[in-house]
């Protein structure tokens, strides 16, 4: 184990060196999950009839993967205390890269929702596991832009994903797109297992309280419980659970389906500005964290990124014109990180240095998320064939942000 180095220059908090190879390893375990997660979207009007399935069934492929995070995110907390950080994330990479195998040689549906369904495993055991990580290398002055760098894995290996998959399924074929995700997932366990590592000595509170109580007093069923009453948690859960209601699961779902059979876009063009978003947010989850760091403001990163993306989203389903897709989709990028790196900032803030209370918050959020992408393409499929697609941002989009914005203003945080 390595010690961690923190000084102050003028300040500024510095951190050891090697607490940016734990973040680097650390975000490639996360990239896997989230690329595997969306591998359907981009090849959508190949893989529906491929398996001869409608838009509600084809909703499915996101939806399962969803379910055994709803499942495990809670337990997670708790297995992560009892095994180590390590070993969950391992266990996350790897239930990755057997259900994408599995997928990769699927020849019906039940056999792909079942691989889909390992799959969830590992995105609902890395997204406890990863921030506990950097809360033990990176002193709290640091954690907002630690934060941020780690935020870029869901718009990461969405752009990748949304951007590949076409032309892999129109060079190689679907299954090669499954294949790539199992590959990844293969190389991130390897890394992983072999560089990350525990300090000895924790750069912030609520690392030390982890490291702490890792090797002394294991938290109890009661305890787990008696940490989900705080409101707090569930407060920043229903806002990242309607975030990605919204954002990863309604609209990266489907959006690229809308532009190529509503606008009549093709299908690797409307995939290209479907990743947009994603290409902002690698970006910009950094200096948003960054922000968040300099000026100490989290809440008010919330209340404005859920203000504006429910404004941004319910137009996204009204565009069926190159033009404005490309706009509403830059926008969309440029407010996603305030609430995707706010939420997670605000949870120490919430419950303070408790380590269990710390572990279960991002328990909550990626149960609240896990749950949110379950429903999520399942409700907008119901809507779309019963209402139509523009109806998706009035009757379902706009009513949704509006319950993370009313949730924002109440949560207590600087």
Not at 23 to 45: C, D, E, H, Q
Not at 131 to 152: C, D, K, M, N, Y
Request: charged residues 10%.
């Amino acid at each position: 184990m390595g010690v961690v180095k923190t000084t102050r220059q003028k300040g500024w908090v510095k951190v050891d060196r090697y607490a940016w190879v734990i973040l680097g390893v650390v975000l490639l375990a996360s990239i896997s999950p989230t690329m595997n997660f969306l591998k359907p979207p981009g090849i959508a009007s190949t893989l529906i009839p491929y398996f001869g399935i409608g838009v509600d069934q084809f909703g499915w492929m996101m939806s399962i993967f969803s379910l055994m995070g709803v499942v495990f995110a809670l337990p997670a907390g708790l297995i992560m205390h009892r095994l180590g950080v390590k070993k969950v994330v391992l266990m996350s990479v790897g239930s990755c890269l057997v259900g994408a195998l599995i997928g990769a040689f699927s020849t019906n549906f039940g056999v792909m929702l079942f691989s889909r369904f390992l799959e969830g495993i590992g995105e609902s055991l890395v997204f406890v596991a990863a921030p506990t990580a950097i809360f033990a290398w990176f002193p709290q002055e640091r954690q907002g832009f630690a934060l941020g760098v780690w935020s870029i894995c869901m718009p990461f290996g969405s752009f990748v994903m949304l951007n590949t998959s076409p032309h892999l399924t129109a060079a190689f074929g679907w299954r090669s797109v499954w294949l790539m995700g199992a590959a990844l997932a293969a190389v991130a366990f390897v890394l992983y297992a072999i560089f990350f590592r525990m300090p000895e000595k924790s750069a912030s509170a609520e690392g030390a309280v982890i490291m702490e109580q890792s090797t002394t007093a294991r938290p109890t069923l009661r305890d787990l419980f008696g940490v989900l009453r705080h409101k707090g948690i569930w407060f920043a859960g229903i806002i990242f659970g309607c975030y990605n209601f919204v954002v990863p699961s309604v609209v990266g779902t489907y959006y690229p389906y809308f532009l190529e059979t509503q606008g009549g876009i093709a299908n690797a063009v409307a995939s290209s500005v479907s990743s947009i978003p994603e290409i902002i947010g690698i970006i910009g989850g950094p200096f948003v964290g960054l922000a968040a760091d300099r000026l100490g403001l989290r809440k008010a990163l919330l209340v404005s990124g859920c203000f504006a993306l429910a404004i941004v989203g319910t137009a996204v389903f009204m565009a069926t014109s190159l033009g404005w897709a490309i706009v509403l989709m830059c926008l969309l990028g440029i407010f996603a990180p305030f609430v995707t790196t706010g939420v997670r900032l605000v949870i120490p803030e919430i419950v303070g240095s408790d380590h269990l209370k710390g572990g279960m918050g991002n328990a909550v959020l990626s149960f609240c998320q896990n749950l949110a992408g379950l429903i999520g393409p399942i409700i907008a499929a119901a809507v779309v064939l019963h209402m139509g697609w523009a109806q998706i941002g009035y009757a379902l989009i706009l009513p949704i942000f509006a319950i993370a914005v009313a949730f924002s203003l109440f949560i207590k945080s600087r």
